[in-house]
């Protein structure tokens, strides 16, 4: 028999209709969009051009992964050891294969990028 399970909802929100915080609230002020000064213009754009810079050295970097053995360190002190295969489209998860654990090897596995805490690769030499 199937028991049903209840859903939480947040409470509504000041206007009666939407879903949230008071924006009068201490909360609302402390964590919401003009809780951060505003760059100008100049300065956003320097910021922006840091972020993409950033996240296309990330990307490369997945890509030079594919297909080399990859060492993540984990929480509790966990350390093991792949073959890097892919990572989804949100970079939440990693595909792997080989995974080497202290309990044993898995032949495919995906790890949650969320229990990674770093992960290191080797490069291959400079070709002359």
């Known amino acids: 028999m199937a028991v049903p399970v209840g859903v939480t909802r947040l409470p509504r929100g000041p206007d009666g209709g ?7 609230s201490a909360r609302y002020r402390a964590l919401g969009p003009t809780a951060r000064p505003v760059a ?3 300065e956003l754009e320097r910021e922006q051009r840091g972020r993409v810079a950033l996240r296309e050295r990330y990307l490369r970097s997945l890509l030079a992964m594919a297909g080399r053995p990859v060492r993540f360190a984990l929480h509790e002190r966990v350390g093991v050891s792949a073959l890097f295969g892919a990572s ?3 970079i939440l998860n ?3 294969s080989e995974l080497q654990t202290p309990l ?3 032949r ?7 229990d990674i805490i770093a992960y290191s690769f080797e490069l291959p ?4």
Do not use: W
Request: hydrophobic share 35%; with cysteine.
């Open 18 to 24: 939407s879903r949230g915080f008071d924006p009068s």
């Open 40 to 42: 100008a213009g100049a």
């Open 88 to 90: 989804d489209r949100d």
């Open 94 to 96: 990693f595909q792997v």
């Open 104 to 106: 044993g090897v898995q």
């Open 108 to 114: 495919e596995a995906l790890l949650r990028c969320a």
């Open 125 to 128: 030499a400079p070709s002359s």
